[in-house]
């Protein structure tokens, strides 16, 4: 529902992750130099990761690849890094599940249903199941997925506290620029979506602008959005979850699919190290009993008949439902089914 588009925001930090590129030359005497766009800021362990992944291809190429990146958002937003793809200004990108969803909609099943995954495990069972038909609608569409990730979970991070679904429609709710279907799914629930580029998230939260922004703990220390919003629910959201693609190139899958392993290990432990950083400087977290989760789950529920179809196609969100009820129906002692914080 509260769309958090990295991509539009992966930014802060998340990637789940997407190298969006055109074919590569295989000559070893010919450099090619692959632009990749993202809004992973510089310094971060995601951005560590995309470097050293770059060196891995360049050393495997014997010097024939060199990866630039462009971080921080200074190729725009997702959607913006997306098109600069296509006119092949870029010939990479870092993107979000959200992002994804920009080439085509059956991606939004990994990420945009609230509440329907009730662990990691969980989501990245599902998306194993899916990624072979997801792989083939990116690939008619020009793009190769390397890797698919996480970036941990979507919290709602507010300046007032929360705890119930009811408490947030005095809120103005940050919902992406551009991203129309999120907004009006918000409104017709009886809140109040605010429509804005990430890049002004900041200011707005300052200025009164935006209340509540739904986003990984991560994103939030990193861009000082904490500063304004003292209070997080510990509702596990929805998945923050993206990918690395690239038009060709086999010979790049091996250090993508370790660059992709890192990101998710590292983003997941980072949202939770970033948690304790900003409770130390202020940070009130908003827990809620088995019943208040029980209430937010229904709402949830309430939303996915507006949801399937629109925002999710329906034969993505039926086959989410179909393997989660699979995966539930597997035995606790298996080490699924388990729902995690």
Same mark, same amino acid.
């Given at each position: 529902?509260?769309?958090?588009?990295?991509?539009?925001?992966?930014? +802060?930090?998340?990637?789940? &992750?997407?190298?969006?590129?055109?074919?590569? &030359?295989?000559?070893?005497?010919?450099?090619?130099?692959?632009?990749?766009?993202?809004?992973?800021?510089? +310094?971060?362990?995601?951005?560590?990761?995309?470097?050293?992944?770059?060196?891995?291809?360049?050393?495997?190429?014997?010097?024939?690849?060199?990866?630039?990146?462009?971080? +921080?958002?200074?190729?725009?937003?997702?959607?913006?890094?997306?098109?600069?793809?296509?006119?092949?200004?870029?010939? %990479?990108?870092?993107?979000?599940?959200?992002?994804?969803?920009?080439?085509?909609?059956?991606?939004?099943?990994?990420?945009?249903?609230?509440?329907?995954?009730?662990?990691?495990?969980? %989501?990245?069972?599902?998306?194993?199941?899916?990624?072979?038909?997801?792989?083939?609608?990116?690939?008619?569409?020009?793009?190769?997925?390397?890797?698919?990730?996480?970036?941990?979970?979507?919290? $709602?991070?507010?300046?007032?506290?929360?705890?119930?679904?009811?408490?947030?429609?005095?809120?103005? $709710?940050?919902?992406?620029?551009?991203?129309?279907?999120?907004?009006?799914?918000?409104?017709?629930?009886?809140?109040?979506?605010?429509?804005?580029?990430?890049?002004?998230?900041?200011?707005?939260?300052?200025?009164?602008?935006?209340?509540?922004?739904?986003? $990984?703990?991560?994103? *939030?220390?990193?861009?000082?959005?904490?500063?304004?919003?003292?209070?997080?629910?510990?509702?596990?959201?929805?998945?923050?979850?993206?990918?690395?693609?690239?038009?060709?190139?086999?010979?790049?899958?091996?250090?993508?699919?370790?660059?992709?392993?890192? $990101?998710?290990?590292?983003?997941?432990?980072?949202?939770?190290?970033?948690?304790?950083?900003?409770?130390?400087?202020?940070?009130?977290?908003?827990? *809620?009993?088995?019943?208040?989760?029980?209430?937010?789950?229904?709402?949830?529920?309430?939303?996915?008949?507006?949801?399937?179809?629109?925002?999710?196609?329906?034969?993505?969100?039926?086959?989410?439902?179909?393997?989660?009820?699979?995966?539930?129906?597997?035995? %606790?002692?298996?080490?699924?089914? &388990?729902?995690?914080?």
């Amino acid at each position: 529902m509260w769309r958090h588009n990295s991509g539009r925001t992966l930014g +802060g930090a998340c990637i789940a &992750a997407v190298l969006l590129a055109i074919g590569f &030359a295989s000559s070893a005497s010919a450099q090619t130099r692959i632009r990749l766009g993202t809004l992973v800021p510089s +310094g971060t362990s995601y951005y560590h990761s995309l470097e050293s992944m770059g060196a891995k291809w360049k050393q495997s190429s014997n010097g024939s690849i060199a990866l630039t990146i462009y971080g +921080g958002g200074t190729m725009g937003s997702e959607d913006e890094i997306v098109r600069r793809m296509r006119v092949g200004q870029l010939q %990479a990108a870092v993107l979000t599940a959200a992002g994804l969803s920009e080439i085509d909609r059956s991606v939004s099943a990994l990420q945009k249903m609230p509440l329907m995954y009730r662990s990691l495990d969980e %989501a990245a069972y599902v998306r194993e199941k899916l990624a072979s038909d997801l792989e083939r609608r990116l690939a008619d569409k020009g793009f190769v997925v390397l890797f698919w990730g996480d970036a941990g979970w979507v919290r $709602i991070f507010s300046k007032d506290p929360g705890i119930l679904p009811q408490d947030f429609k005095k809120m103005r $709710i940050f919902v992406t620029a551009g991203d129309v279907p999120q907004s009006e799914l918000l409104r017709s629930a009886g809140y109040k979506p605010v429509l804005l580029e990430w890049s002004d998230v900041l200011t707005s939260l300052q200025t009164g602008m935006v209340d509540a922004v739904p986003t $990984i703990p991560f994103h *939030v220390l990193a861009n000082q959005f904490y500063l304004s919003t003292h209070h997080m629910l510990e509702v596990n959201w929805l998945p923050l979850v993206g990918a690395l693609i690239v038009t060709d190139r086999e010979a790049m899958m091996k250090s993508a699919a370790q660059c992709g392993q890192e $990101i998710q290990e590292h983003g997941r432990q980072e949202n939770l190290d970033a948690v304790a950083a900003m409770q130390k400087r202020g940070l009130q977290v908003q827990t *809620v009993s088995k019943e208040e989760e029980a209430e937010w789950r229904r709402f949830s529920e309430s939303l996915y008949p507006n949801i399937r179809g629109t925002i999710v196609p329906a034969d993505m969100f039926d086959q989410v439902v179909h393997l989660l009820h699979d995966y539930r129906a597997v035995p %606790a002692e298996s080490g699924k089914g &388990a729902s995690e914080k």
